[in-house]
């Protein structure tokens, strides 16, 4: 999706178009919602924050400037934010709730479970590396973002992004190994 889409659903936000910001929405909630997802470990708070950086997206918009950076950075940083907020306003710790939901069909069954699995291995995993590596790989590899919007998120070089995601995966590699968990595809 190219940058002067953004830009123009921005201006046309800006202007008071609900359409522009429900598409500007649309864009981007999924990664939004994952990122904060795999940031806190619980859907709930996930869909609550996630609400929260679109709400502060359709207050703020005219606070978004647009030659200073992409619209798509601007959006992880309020999630950013917002997920710092939670954790100095409740105090808690990161957890995975146990969904209990019955399927009937033993294939979906066993594919819900392996995901499940999947997720949850992953989420404590990453929680056992340090704080900055595991937003970098959050950034790249749940979210998608490339380097250059990773570093404009998180306010690092592109040097220093590159150099916490090889650390990061290297120490989540040897998480996994200690558990014996397969990571190959």
């Known amino acids: 999706m190219p940058v002067f889409e953004d830009q123009e659903l921005v201006i046309r936000a800006r202007q008071g178009s609900e359409i522009a910001a429900g598409e ?3 864009r981007y909630h999924q990664q939004i919602f994952r990122y904060v997802f795999y940031r806190t470990g619980n859907q709930g708070v996930a869909e609550d924050i996630t609400s929260e950086v679109f709400l502060k997206m359709v207050q703020k918009i005219s606070d978004f400037q647009i030659e200073k950076g992409s619209f798509q950075a601007w ?3 309020i999630a950013q934010n917002r997920i710092i907020d939670h954790y100095r306003k409740n105090q ?3 957890e995975v709730p146990i969904n209990e939901e019955l399927v009937k069909d033993s294939e979906s069954v ?3 479970v392996s995901k499940k699995m999947t997720e949850e291995t992953l989420l404590k995993g990453l929680e ?3 704080e900055d590596q595991r937003s970098v790989i959050i950034l790249r590899f749940i979210a ?3 380097i250059t919007q990773v570093a404009g998120t998180l306010h690092k070089s592109e040097d220093s992004v ?9 120490a989540l590699r040897e998480v996994l190994d200690r ?7």
């Open 162 to 170: 590159k150099g916490l995601q090889r650390r990061g995966l290297l």
């Open 179 to 185: 558990w014996e968990v397969s990571y190959d595809a």
């Open 110 to 112: 066993f594919s819900e």
């Open 144 to 146: 998608g973002l490339p």
């Open 24 to 26: 500007l929405y649309e």
């Open 75 to 77: 959006l992880f940083r």
């Open 92 to 94: 808690v710790h990161p």
């Open 128 to 130: 056992k590396i340090n």
